[in-house]
């Protein structure tokens, strides 16, 4: 491992420790397993406490760590049969987000992620992961297709953001967001949907919206980076740990918000401590979500996906708190009004309004 | 039209002006008559500068009087997070629905314009610069499912500098998606979807349902698009061109149909609505 943060430095120390016995022991012939050993548990416990309680900020860290699988390990590694599909065919093919069609687990799919670089000529050429219009506008198009041959569509998330730029606006970043997100609300076919690493605001949701969403247990996924928040809160972006604190970006407080279904679980520190362990993990989990997704009737999976969405969100509502959760969670789901409830209540209201043409702004309700 | 308060300034010009009755324009810095300013539609007779209206003067000047009625307007925020930094989310919302008078955000219901029934949401730039958190996300939704299931159309006059609202975090980020979706099914209905673009309108709210219009129109001059320039600058550590992100941009670029005028928005907004009013043939096609 050549990449570590400055709060795994008490465990480097420790395995150096070991190194250091092993070599002794070999150099001079003498019998060191006992303590090698006894060191070795200690290291155990040593990252069981450090990995088992990340601070936020932390995991930001890790989320970031360039050893991490990315999308290009994912495809090499487990996605059979790829075939890229280049190509927006309005203006350009952008390599910050990758399409193309394969096979995972046995399931045929449209692929689609998000590409950093793993050296620095591929990230000048990806932006770091950060798409121009044209990688939305790709992904969209690949999407379709998708939808027209009932392929399953995987994206797999992991960027600071949408690029910005004059030549990104110019393209209209903003509108290429907007219509994959409205498209993929209502595309007809399965989109399963994962954060590999940083899941960063509009950029992350370009390709973030479908019937499943799941993060890595070391990614990220939030309205603005730590950084930005920090700049904007305390004119100081140094003060980024305090933000991605406050911003309950880290994948136990986005489930309990109601916005991810699943966390797919890392090895014990982190995925770039054994990426080939963490990709069997995304294998298992991909191929178990897409047989799931793929069982559900087309109409019901649109509809849920709509209702999914449609009630994320917590607000006030006449005085009394409702927390509005996913449908079939279990959550609350007292404080929701039946459909037949929402409907009487619409009914009563548009009769209300016909028969009283009095009613005046802020009288209603 | 757009001149009977320039008309109605210029009659009154005889009488000594007194002191603090004049201001200076934001966009071209000359000093303007405050009266003039403030009439009907805020525009700067100098250099037809949109100034940012409230909620309450936008809907005055589009919608029929004594029309609009509010509706959903029994949601207010919550602090889904906790939000606590150098300030509280919590106290933010007391502070700013003491100073604006409004619950969140936005406004909206139903109204006539010229006699014809539409929905309209308006955003409201004051209240935390207009961004969108869950109530702004959910009254856009219901808006936009109630503009379906009466057949009417959907107006939505976008102003928010903020886009997706960082208190309320990845929340907010989701109503890109809960509003964008509600959009969607609207438009499967067949029903018309006209979104009106002011200064400014960036980042979350323009990538979402502010994009998706039928038919999608900018007051001149008007701030749009992603990214701040403020933070593009400071990536690209380059100079941008005059004019980038304005209105008059977006229709060079290909991204709105129409710049249009203060005064004139209204009767622009009600030929549009006739134009793509159902043939009583086709009218079969609303839900």
Known sequence: MEDFLEFEQPIKDVEKKIEELKKFSEQMDVDLSGSIEELRKQLDLLKREIYNKLTPWQRVQLARNPGRPDTMDIIATFVEKFQELHGDRFFGDDPAIVCGTGIIGGHKVMFIGQRKGKNTKERLRCNFGSPHPEGYRKALRKMKLAEKFHLPVVCLINTPGAYPGIGAEERGQAHAIAENIFEMSRLRTPILCLVIGEGGSGGALGIGVGDRLAIMENAYFSVISPEGCAAILWKDSEKANRAAEVLKLTPKDLKGLGIFDDIVPEPLGGAHTNPAAAMETIKAYLTKTLTELKAIPIDKLVETRYQKYRHIGIFLEDQQAKVVMLPGKGVVESALPTPGEIAAAEMGEAQAVEEEEDVKPGKED | ?287
């Open chain 2, 1 to 287: 039209m757009a001149f009977d308060g320039l008309r109605r300034f210029i009659s009154r010009r005889k009488k000594p002006i007194p002191d603090g009755l004049w201001m200076r324009c934001e966009d071209c810095g000359a000093t303007v008559y405050k009266r003039v300013v403030e009439e009907k539609y805020r525009v700067c007779p100098e250099c037809s500068f949109h100034f940012t209206l409230t909620s309450e003067q936008r809907i005055a000047i589009l919608v029929d009087d004594e029309t609009f009625v509010a509706r959903w307007n029994n949601l207010s925020p919550s602090d889904p997070l906790q939000f606590k930094a150098e300030s509280a989310y919590a106290d933010k919302i007391r502070e700013e629905q003491a100073r604006t008078g409004l619950k969140d955000a936005v406004v909206a219901g139903t109204g006539d314009i010229y006699g014809k029934s539409v929905t309209i949401v308006v955003t409201d730039s004051r209240f935390i610069m207009g961004s969108m958190g869950s109530v702004v996300g959910e009254t856009i939704a219901r808006a936009t499912e109630y503009a379906k299931d009466h057949g009417l159309p959907l107006i939505i006059v976008s102003g928010s500098g903020g886009g997706a609202r960082m208190y309320e975090g990845a929340l907010s980020l989701m109503q890109m998606a809960k509003t964008s979706a509600a959009i969607a099914r609207l438009h499967e209905a067949g029903g018309l979807f006209i979104s009106v673009l002011t200064n400014p309108t960036m980042a979350g709210v323009m990538a979402s349902f502010a994009s998706l219009g039928d038919v999608i129109i900018a007051e001149p001059k008007a701030l749009i698009g992603f990214t701040g320039p403020r933070v593009i600058k400071q990536t690209i550590k380059q100079e941008l061109p005059d004019g980038f992100q304005r209105s008059e941009f977006l229709l060079e670029h290909g991204f709105i149909d129409q710049i249009v005028p203060r005064p004139d928005m209204k009767d622009r907004l009600a030929q549009l609505i006739e134009a793509f009013r159902p043939e009583p043939a086709a009218a079969g096609k609303l839900s």
